[in-house]
């Protein structure tokens, strides 16, 4: 029986591949011969505890995190994350540097702002976040609590193309809309958190890998829910975790294992945004991509049109010809494909083709 399927660009949730939502459904009533859905069984059981340590175990060999760092899965969103790291971290006397790339680099400021005090170690912000601050200026100095970045940058689709060498200062990052989507240098980061909804899996959960010193750091006095030692010290099992999710996060894994891995998720990421820049960059200006060319994100490609009404039209073209989640961000306007890990290359294809099409009909 064939499945309907759209051509899913939304930005988050997203697309998840066919072959581990019919896992999920294949297992759905009974569980590895256990008789019981996933999600009816107690997460103090050995069935579960292979699940949960699967999980962890693949995100270590998937992303090569060294000796030294923990796996943790919270509740909460990316946005809890803004208040638990300064909760955490941000001790009295010290301030926290925050690079403002975006929306989301300005939520994680905010938050920090209401515990502690922090500042601006570069902005983007001039010329609406189109490009990434160079590793020259960033200014902080080496008492700097933390130093706070958001690797890929959802709305704007801007993308650190290398990540800063940070010494001493504890280098933070919001990781949730590229994680995964690329190998990158994990011993760089005391801390790396992703809301999963967009390469991990459904919303429901949040990853943080954390570097086992940072904890014996961190404010004590912090609520036990609010603090990582909670989590890290009982392998993300103090409480009831979200179960289901990370059921669906260990499938994840496992598919972004069987696809080759990071290296090879990263060449297919990088075929399949080009296909899309590839339009914008030959229309002679009738997509206009909003990313500096030299930062441009492989998960969330943005452009506008000459004017709302041709967006609108485009828009609602796409909408006939089965594509889903091109509107832009309320924030920026215009229309943003996101490609993540899940969307196929074919997505990508038909996209390009419905926009040069497009084009040679409204030019
Ligand atoms: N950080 C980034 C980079 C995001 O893209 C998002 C959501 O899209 C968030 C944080 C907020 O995540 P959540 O909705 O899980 O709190």
């Known amino acids: 029986k064939t499945v309907k399927r759209v051509h899913n660009f939304y930005s988050g949730p997203a697309a998840l591949p066919l072959s581990i939502l019919q896992q999920a459904q ?41 000796a030294g760092y923990d796996v943790l899965f919270l509740q909460g969103g990316a946005s809890l994350q803004f208040a638990m790291v300064p909760m955490n971290f941000l001790a009295p006397g010290k301030k926290a540097g925050y690079v403002m790339t975006g929306t989301w680099a300005e939520k994680a400021y905010a938050q920090a702002e209401k515990l502690g005090e922090v500042f601006i170690a570069a902005s983007a912000k001039e010329g609406n976040y189109r490009r990434i601050p160079s590793p020259g200026e960033l200014n902080y100095g080496p008492d700097t609590a933390y130093l706070h970045i ?19 200062v504890p280098l933070i990052a919001d990781m949730s809309s590229d994680i995964l989507s690329k190998p990158f240098d994990v011993s760089k980061f005391a801390l790396i958190y992703a809301g999963a909804q967009k390469n991990l899996g459904p919303a429901g959960v949040t990853v943080v890998i954390i570097r086992h010193d940072l904890l ?57 945004a080009a296909l899309v820049y590839d339009a914008i960059d030959a229309s002679n200006g009738f997509y206009v991509g909003h990313a500096q060319p030299d930062v441009r994100s ?56 419905l926009m040069f099409t497009f084009q040679k009909e409204n030019w």
């Open 150 to 168: 958001t690797s890929n940058n959802t709305i704007f689709g801007t993308q650190w193309q290398s990540f800063p060498e940070t010494g001493a």
């Open 298 to 353: 492989l998960m969330n490609i943005t452009f506008r049109l000459a004017n709302e009404d041709l967006e609108k039209k485009f828009l609602d073209a796409a909408k006939q010809a089965g594509f889903v989640g091109l509107a832009g961000h309320r924030s920026v306007g215009g229309c943003r494909a996101s490609a993540y890990n899940a969307v196929p290359y074919e997505s990508c294809l038909a996209l390009r083709e």
């Open 216 to 272: 014996d750091r961190a404010n004590k006095k912090v609520p036990t829910m609010l603090r990582y030692e909670t989590y890290a010290k009982d392998n993300s099992l103090y409480n009831t975790p979200p179960t289901f999710n990370i059921y669906m996060v260990s499938l994840m894994l496992a598919w972004v294992k069987e696809q080759g891995g990071l290296a090879a998720l990263h060449r297919r990421n990088q075929e399949k």
């Open 26 to 66: 294949a297992e759905l009533l009974d569980f590895n011969g256990t008789g019981m859905s996933i999600m009816e069984i107690s997460h103090r059981s050995k069935d579960y505890e292979a699940v949960h340590n699967r999980a962890i175990e693949l995100l270590k060999e998937l992303l090569g995190i060294p």
